[in-house]
């Protein structure tokens, strides 16, 4: 299995460049998160999914949008970038029927808006 | 609401040395809690957990962690530091019992290992 896959790895964009960042899991897993990470500041929560049709607010949403386009996949879309945005942002899945609230994580796309 | 507080930004210890990081937590209800570690440039593994059975668990690479309710305290012990656990700690609560609730992380304690 590969666990949680995101893709890109890296990405630079340009203050109001848009682009949706990807994750894929294959563990049959019923809920999946997105978080940013920011030095000094921890993960934090910016959309969850806690099933296939159903997506709900973290923390942070705001100048975020997702889609959870089926059991597998999970994206996260920054319409209209901005340096704020610069972060690095981790997926993660979970299915709590199995194992309760555990988190499995993927390896992370590094974003820098200029 | 959960919460959780980590002591310390910043761990430096020397290699053989116990390894103490502090994690305190507040929650409404009886908490579920988990460390993560971060190894550079990588995403978070699971160390261990705590999900209401034995308080005392233990974890991968000879971690462990003490649920202590009185304390609101999820402490995570290693005896003795190896260089290889040089990396980034998470402490993490969830609200038990209710499925797929979002864990809420604390701000991370960096963990250096002095040869």
């Known amino acids: 299995n590969a666990g949680v896959t995101q893709t890109p790895k890296f990405q630079v964009l340009k203050t109001g460049q848009s682009m949706t960042l990807q994750c894929a899991q294959d563990?049959?897993?019923?809920?999946m998160y997105w978080y940013r990470q920011d030095p000094g500041m921890g993960l934090r929560l910016i959309y969850y999914s806690a099933s296939e049709g159903t997506t709900d607010k973290g923390e942070v949403p705001n100048g975020y949008n997702v889609s959870r386009l089926n059991k597998r996949e999970f994206s996260l879309r920054l319409e209209s970038a901005a340096p704020s945005q610069t972060s690095v942002y981790f997926c993660a899945s979970s299915d709590s029927w199995r194992e309760i609230d555990t988190q499995y994580f993927g390896p992370g796309t590094r974003l820098t808006v200029l | 609401a959960q919460s959780v507080t980590q002591l310390g930004s910043h761990v430096s210890v020397s290699e053989g040395a116990l390894v103490l990081l502090r994690c305190n937590y507040s929650s409404s209800v009886p908490p579920y809690l988990f460390w993560y570690v971060q190894y550079p440039n990588q995403g978070l593994q699971l160390l261990l957990k705590y999900t209401s059975a034995a308080t005392l668990v233990k974890g991968i690479n000879g971690f462990e962690a003490e649920f202590k309710k009185s304390e609101t305290s999820f402490h995570l012990t290693k005896p003795s530091a190896h260089m290889r656990d040089a990396a980034e700690y998470f402490c993490?609560?969830?609200?038990?019992?209710?499925?797929?609730?979002?864990?809420?992380f604390g701000k991370g304690t960096r963990l250096s290992v002095i040869a």
């Open positions: 563990m049959n897993h019923n809920s």
């Open positions: 993490a609560v969830s609200g038990g019992n209710s499925g797929n609730t979002p864990l809420v």
